[in-house]
Structure formats: structure tokens, C-alpha cells
């Protein structure tokens, strides 16, 4: 399948890892919108939220787990962060392998809201 994602995970992009267990892998996105910008993905494909099923809890809570573990090492947690997952066309979307941003060291803008 031709999925970026699915190749970094599987090493046939070479992408340094903040982070790897059997079920995850994190790395810096490559257009940071942020200081610290980082993307926790499965290394499952998974296309989307909409695609997890009830089985898949233990993976999205180890992404988070993941996240709060990387905003900790990146001395970032204290200040605080956030985290978001995009789902689909209307949610921005743009890489259709799921991936849980992790955005901080600064203080982020709130500036989601309905397209005019
Ligand atoms: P989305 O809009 O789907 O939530 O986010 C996709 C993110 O993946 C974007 O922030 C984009 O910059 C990042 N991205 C896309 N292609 C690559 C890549 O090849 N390497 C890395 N490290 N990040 C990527
Ligand atoms: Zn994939």
C-alpha cells in the first residue's frame, strides 16, 4: 500500500524516532506549526478514527500515553500542550494513516471555528 506513514513506520522512509514499542512510533512532523511538533502514529495501518474498533483501545491509549511521555522527556509538560487527531475531510485530514499531533513549547492560538 502506498501509505507515508506505513513507510516511515517501517523504515523504508529513514525518519528518526522519538520514540518505538511494538505498537507505536513517534517523529517530528516535517511542516512543524509549532515549536515542538510531533506526530505519534500506529504502526498499524489504521486509516482513520473511524476505522478503530473496540479491540484497538489498548493502541490509542498507548498514543496518548506515548504523547504525555514525549511532552515530559521534551520538557514541555509542564507548560502545557496539545494534542490532536484530525478524522476525515471536515476534520482537515490530509494523511489517511491515523496520527495523534503533539504541539507545544509555546502558547497555541484558538482559532478553530466553521470555514466561512
Ligand atoms: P493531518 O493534516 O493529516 O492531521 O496531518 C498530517 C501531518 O503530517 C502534517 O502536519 C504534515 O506536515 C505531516 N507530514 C506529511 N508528510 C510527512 C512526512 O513525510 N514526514 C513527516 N515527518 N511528516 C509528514
Ligand atoms: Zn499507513
Keep these: 500500500m502506498d501509505c507515508i506513514f506505513c513507510k516511515i513506520a517501517n523504515r523504508e522512509i529513514p525518519t528518526e524516532f522519538l520514540y518505538e514499542d511494538e505498537l507505536v512510533v ?16 500506529p504502526k498499524r495501518h489504521i486509516a482513520s478514527v473511524t476505522e478503530l ?3 484497538d483501545e489498548k493502541l490509542v491509549g498507548r498514543m496518548i500515553i506515548t504523547a504525555k511521555k514525549i511532552a515530559e522527556d521534551l520538557q514541555i509538560s509542564e507548560k502545557g500542550y496539545k494534542l490532536l487527531i484530525r478524522v476525515g475531510e471536515y476534520g482537515g485530514q490530509e494523511v489517511g494513516h491515523l496520527h495523534l499531533h503533539l504541539l507545544g513549547g509555546a502558547r497555541l492560538k484558538e482559532d478553530i471555528g466553521p470555514i466561512k
Aim: aromatic fraction near 6%.
Design 26 to 41: 513517534a517523529f517530528r512532523d516535517i511542516h512543524p506549526i509549532a515549536p515542538v511538533h510531533v506526530l505519534i502514529i
Design 53 to 55: 474498533e473496540n479491540r
